[in-house]
């Protein structure tokens, strides 16, 4: 008898396991989905489709990350990136600090993160930590010209009072929006660690090769 109740209780917990590692997988894949289809959008200008994407991949993600504890695969450094890119396009703020937070902690040189948590934390009107956020930023070396004038600009501004948050946040944005968007441009010369097939596709193209399954490492 207990023999047969240890077994049911084992069954128990491994049904209960794959169950919870198989929604965790589905949040992620939607999440990176509708990440796709904002990110297209985003491109093309179509800027209610924007909202209504990021919004989505915001929640998918949000369910992810909610799990206890989150699955290996929405740890993964590349969904974080992505989890905390769609949780600040959703208004999603602290989410989007906490994400970006475990994002760098994996990987330093994930310029993103630290530049939509300063956005985030900007957005909390918590001026000195966002300011310390863009500085990382500039720190973390991220080859990004039009974007990095932008958010060095807004530092000595925000630094020296001569410039607000509120004016900061949609600068820093649009010059974000200008920099893929200037990347995918120039996305003739490609270099071969940003290809489409790569963790951090979003960087230089409009969507990801459809032939590969990116987000997996």
């Given at each position: 008898?207990?023999?047969?109740?240890?077994?049911?209780t084992?069954?128990?917990?491994?049904?209960?396991?794959?169950?919870?590692?198989?929604?965790?997988?589905?949040?992620?894949?939607?999440?990176?989905?509708?990440f796709?289809?904002?990110?297209?959008?985003?491109?093309?200008?179509?800027?209610?489709?924007v909202?209504?994407?990021?919004?989505?991949?915001?929640?998918?993600?949000?369910?992810?990350?909610?799990?206890?504890?989150?699955?290996?695969?929405?740890?993964?450094?590349?969904?974080?990136?992505?989890?905390?890119?769609?949780?600040?396009?959703?208004?999603?703020?602290?989410?989007?600090v906490?994400?970006?937070?475990m994002?760098?902690?994996?990987?330093?040189?994930?310029?993103?993160?630290?530049?939509?948590?300063?956005?985030?934390?900007?957005?909390m009107?918590?001026?000195?930590?966002?300011?310390?956020?863009?500085i990382?930023?500039?720190?973390?070396?991220?080859?990004?010209?039009?974007?990095?004038?932008?958010?060095e600009k807004?530092?000595?501004?925000?630094?020296?009072?001569?410039?607000?948050?509120?004016?900061?946040?949609?600068?820093i944005?649009?010059a974000a929006?200008?920099?893929f968007?200037?990347?995918?441009t120039?996305?003739?010369?490609?270099?071969?660690?940003?290809?489409?097939?790569?963790?951090?596709?979003?960087?230089?193209?409009?969507?990801p090769?459809?032939?590969?399954?990116?987000?997996?490492?």
């Open positions: 008898m207990k023999k047969q109740l240890a077994f049911i084992a069954l128990f917990l491994i049904t209960t396991m794959l169950t919870s590692t198989a929604f965790a997988w589905r949040s992620v894949r939607t999440g990176q989905k509708n796709e289809r904002a990110w297209s959008a985003l491109h093309f200008k179509r800027m209610d489709n909202d209504k994407y990021f919004t989505k991949a915001a929640e998918a993600y949000g369910q992810a990350l909610a799990e206890k504890p989150p699955s290996r695969t929405t740890m993964f450094a590349s969904n974080l990136t992505m989890a905390g890119m769609s949780l600040y396009y959703a208004d999603r703020y602290q989410e989007c906490d994400a970006m937070d994002a760098v902690k994996k990987d330093d040189r994930i310029w993103e993160g630290f530049l939509y948590k300063g956005l985030s934390l900007a957005a009107d918590e001026k000195e930590e966002a300011v310390k956020a863009f990382a930023y500039m720190k973390s070396s991220p080859g990004q010209p039009i974007l990095s004038s932008a958010v807004q530092i000595t501004d925000l630094e020296t009072d001569s410039g607000t948050l509120t004016t900061a946040i949609p600068i944005e649009k929006v200008d920099q968007q200037n990347n995918v120039l996305q003739n010369t490609p270099r071969e660690s940003e290809q489409c097939s790569a963790m951090y596709w979003w960087r230089y193209n409009k969507a090769c459809t032939e590969v399954q990116p987000f997996t490492k």
